[in-house]
């Protein structure tokens, strides 16, 4: 037995309770480099709470199917944790509100080619989900000594369709 999520297209607004949507839209803030290019500022807040530092890791994945089987999700209390990949295919993307200390019902987005988002400190997230091969991603998220992973198992997992 499982609960039905349906994928939708990654949208800025939807996603902002959850975190950042990491685009080229709208015209750049300012034009750079002899004009040859432009600059989309600041586009995440990226945190690293006490005692942590940025730390840029890669990540190869491997490519999954839809539908797609949805038993557990994590967070991260101490920091934001930033997907960016390094292809131009679109990705699967999960956030689920928190519902008093529990993750509430997961949405499920799928992203644009090119688009990277950053989830929010202690968002509640599914792991890392490429819909394509080669499924390379820069991630940019927290690395210190304080423990900075939880996990969520669900008693019925959900199934997450196209």
């Given at each position: 037995?499982?609960?039905?999520?349906?994928?939708?297209?990654?949208?800025?607004?939807?996603?902002?309770?959850?975190?950042?949507?990491?685009?080229?839209?709208?015209?750049?803030?300012?034009?750079?480099?002899?004009?040859?290019?432009?600059?989309?500022?600041?586009r995440a807040r990226?945190?690293?709470?006490?005692?942590?530092?940025?730390?840029?890791?890669?990540?190869?994945?491997?490519?999954?199917?839809?539908?797609?089987?949805?038993?557990?999700?994590?967070?991260?209390?101490?920091?934001?944790?930033?997907?960016?990949?390094?292809?131009?295919?679109?990705?699967?993307?999960?956030?689920?509100?928190?519902?008093?200390?529990?993750?509430?019902?997961?949405?499920?987005?799928?992203?644009?080619?090119?688009?990277?988002?950053?989830?929010?400190?202690?968002?509640?997230?599914?792991?890392?989900?490429?819909l394509h091969s080669?499924?390379?991603?820069?991630?940019?998220?927290?690395?210190?000594?304080?423990?900075?992973?939880?996990?969520?198992?669900?008693?019925?997992?959900?199934?997450?369709?196209?």
């Amino acid at each position: 037995m499982s609960t039905r999520i349906d994928l939708q297209p990654m949208d800025a607004g939807a996603f902002a309770p959850f975190g950042d949507v990491l685009d080229c839209a709208g015209d750049p803030d300012k034009i750079i480099n002899q004009g040859l290019c432009g600059r989309f500022h600041d586009r995440a807040r990226l945190e690293f709470g006490p005692d942590g530092r940025a730390g840029l890791s890669l990540f190869q994945a491997e490519p999954r199917q839809l539908p797609m089987k949805l038993e557990m999700v994590e967070r991260h209390p101490e920091g934001s944790q930033a997907f960016v990949p390094m292809s131009w295919h679109p990705y699967l993307v999960i956030v689920a509100p928190d519902s008093k200390g529990t993750p509430g019902t997961p949405l499920a987005f799928e992203t644009a080619p090119g688009q990277a988002i950053n989830f929010r400190p202690n968002t509640w997230h599914g792991v890392l989900c490429p819909l394509h091969s080669p499924g390379i991603f820069a991630v940019i998220d927290r690395i210190g000594q304080t423990p900075n992973l939880e996990e969520h198992w669900f008693l019925t997992p959900y199934m997450v369709y196209s």
